[in-house]
């Protein structure tokens, strides 16, 4: 019998924040499969304590916005990944917050279903959704939309113009242009940020006018509508 591919959201930040189901898939890995980008394994150290003795595969993941050295990445992963099930053995490929939200996983899934293999998703608690709470505050109300896109977006102009509360992920290294657009359309006081949200190095910004330089990848703008 052929293994499954688990893609597993590990949340944001904090092994608290592990589903019940998030651990038990863990504990019924073969193997772990971890996405690398050369820098720190942020979900590799939450779920630490529950893969103790399992197989460790490292998916290359280059951060870039190339999309051809992309897609061979992903194919290379998920031809790695087939691999192992078609010996019987059951993979979990671990994200932060949520597989479904701006994942990597995503993209190494529908390939793997493609060629034939059972994959499944275990949702984790998404990103924006923690650094909601960290500010005590709603992301939307009644009839109010929500939208979310990255801050590199490049219609995020065009997307602040909509009624609605707004989320801009990944904002990091762009945060002095996006503090430029927000005061453009009048929405700086409305925004508030979180960075590495429930990580060792955490930051609240309720205010973001006396933030005067670049913030960590794991950064979340949450502009608040009217």
Do not use: W
Not at 173 to 178: A, M, R, V
């Amino acid at each position: 019998m052929k293994g499954t591919l688990y893609g597993v959201g590990v949340g944001p930040g904090d092994q608290k924040l592990l589903t019940l189901l998030a651990v038990e898939t863990l504990h019924k890995a073969d193997i772990i499969a971890v996405p690398d980008t050369g820098g720190e394994k942020t979900a590799l150290n939450i779920v630490g304590e529950y893969i103790s003795g399992k197989k460790i595969m490292y998916c290359s993941m280059p951060m870039t916005r190339d999309t051809a050295i992309l897609r061979e990445s992903h194919k290379a992963c998920a031809e790695l990944i087939c691999a192992e099930l078609e010996k019987g053995l059951n993979l979990v490929f671990i994200t932060l917050g949520d597989p479904t939200i701006y994942s990597t996983y995503m993209y190494v899934h529908r390939l793997v279903v493609e060629k034939g293999y059972s994959a499944e998703i275990v949702n984790g608690i998404p990103s924006f959704c923690a650094a909601a709470a960290k500010l005590g505050i709603s992301l939307c109300n009644g009839k109010e939309a929500l939208h979310i896109v990255p801050a590199s977006y490049e219609g995020v102009d065009e997307l602040l113009r909509l009624n609605g509360s707004k989320v801009l992920m990944k904002s990091g290294k762009g945060i002095l242009n996006i503090k430029q657009k927000l005061e453009k359309h009048n929405l700086l006081d409305n925004s508030k940020m979180v960075e590495c949200c429930f990580m060792e190095n955490e930051k609240i910004y309720n205010s973001l006018r006396d933030l005067n330089e670049d913030s960590s990848y794991f950064s979340i703008i949450i502009v608040k509508g009217e």
